[in-house]
């Protein structure tokens, strides 16, 4: 049986990596354990050229705006579910957001804020000292016409004589 090609190049990547280690067995165990749970909307899913499949469509859907709110919610946890089954869950790297250092948590460094400061201001707090100007109204004129009344504004800066007013 020929390789089976998917329209996703990231559905072919990880085929080639499921090949290339010899995964296809921790993977179709995975895909068991998965369909042990009898979970209704994945029982289509029975072995791993099923999932390949089901990536490969789920990388080209797009949700709709009207309908059911929870389909994206349910589409992901559907994907991760397979993903967070043994032997499948032992192949990934840990998600490690920080480490202990001498029996303390340390978050990791995070990018320096603009100013240099390596904290967020409090809520409400001003980020700057710069207050803008308050903006100086431009004179106007209003006319009547057949059409209504219109409001006219003198751009700023400009005298009564240089500004041009409009036809009436």
Same mark, same amino acid.
């Given at each position: ?111 320096p804020c603009?100013?240099? #400061? *390596?904290?967020?201001? &409090?809520p409400g707090? /001003?980020?700057?000292?710069? =207050? !803008?100007?308050?903006?100086?109204? +431009?004179? #106007? *004129?209003?006319?009547? &016409?057949?059409?209504? /009344?219109?409001?006219?504004? =003198? !751009?700023?800066?400009?005298?009564? +004589?240089? #500004? ?5």
């Amino acid at each position: 049986m020929p390789e089976e090609k998917y329209r996703h190049k990231v559905v072919n990547e990880l085929n080639s990596l499921i090949k290339t280690h010899r995964w296809k067995g921790k993977f179709e165990k995975a895909i068991k354990n998965a369909q042990s749970h009898g979970v209704e909307r994945i029982k289509d899913i029975r072995n791993l050229n099923d999932y390949m499949r089901w990536i490969d469509d789920l990388l080209h859907w797009a949700p709709r705006q009207k309908g059911d709110t929870r389909l994206v919610y349910q589409k992901i946890v559907e994907f991760y579910f397979f993903l967070d089954q043994d032997p499948v869950k032992k192949l990934q790297n840990p998600i490690t957001p920080g480490k202990r250092v001498g029996g303390k948590y340390r978050p990791p460094r995070l990018t320096p804020c603009p100013d240099g #400061s *390596r904290s967020l201001p &409090s809520p409400g707090a /001003t980020t700057s000292t710069h =207050r !803008p100007r308050p903006r100086r109204s +431009s004179p #106007s *004129r209003t006319t009547r &016409s057949s059409t209504g /009344t219109h409001t006219w504004r =003198r !751009p700023a800066g400009t005298s009564p +004589s240089t #500004s041009s007013s409009p036809a009436t």
